[in-house]
């Protein structure tokens, strides 16, 4: 080794041997400080997860239960989307009306009508096709013309068809498509 390689290793080795233990140790366990923007990304999606934990039940719970699922095409979905009063017991009134309870309801949705839309459905009584085995239409529709007088469109017009209020039955037959104009366009008119 030459002079100038020797005095100048002389010299590194006593620089190394006069540096601190502590700071030896120091930078041996360093480790990179993560970056801000991981730490923001970090914390935006565990307030997300927080938001949405706490949210979906919250908006699960405040919808309509209806809303949950498909509404029934045709009738049945013209009838559970309509403008109506609902009640949990249907009186006699003077007034002519249309009252219907869709299947697994426990009350009535009424909508008030004029006498002649009254008579004019109460006059579809059994004109509609014959229900096969009691076919289920995913509703029970009354009619009264004002006079306490309740009758079904769903089933023949005979004395033993008619009630003083609101009562059983299984569909003998299927509304006649004059039938569904007709309570289609009180539903519609009901809305305003």
């Not at 290793?9 to 991981?38: F, N, Q, W």
């Not at 006699?92 to 002649?116: A, C, M, T």
């Not at 033993?160 to 104009?181: I, K």
């Amino acid at each position: 080794m030459t002079t100038d390689k020797k005095a100048y290793a002389d010299a590194l080795m006593d620089a190394v041997g006069r540096i601190d233990d502590g700071l030896i140790t120091e930078a041996a366990s360093y480790k990179r400080k993560t970056p801000g923007y991981l730490k923001a990304a970090i914390g935006m999606a565990a307030s997300f997860l927080i938001l949405f934990t706490v949210m979906i039940p919250v908006l699960v719970r405040t919808l309509p239960r209806g809303s949950q699922s498909a509404a029934p095409s045709g009738l049945p979905g013209v009838l559970a989307s309509a403008v109506a009063s609902t009640v949990s017991s249907v009186e006699p009134v003077g007034q002519p009306r249309i009252i219907w309870q869709l299947d697994g309801e426990d009350v009535y949705h009424v909508i008030n009508v004029s006498g002649s839309t009254a008579s004019a459905l109460c006059a579809q009584s059994g004109k509609g096709s014959r229900s096969e085995g009691e076919k289920e239409q995913g509703f029970r529709l009354w009619v009264t013309d004002g006079s306490g007088r309740f009758v079904t469109p769903q089933l023949s017009a005979s004395d033993g068809n008619v009630g003083c209020g609101v009562f059983d039955y299984g569909e003998e037959y299927e509304l006649s498509p004059q039938a569904e104009r007709i309570i289609k366009e009180a539903v519609k008119t009901a809305k305003g």
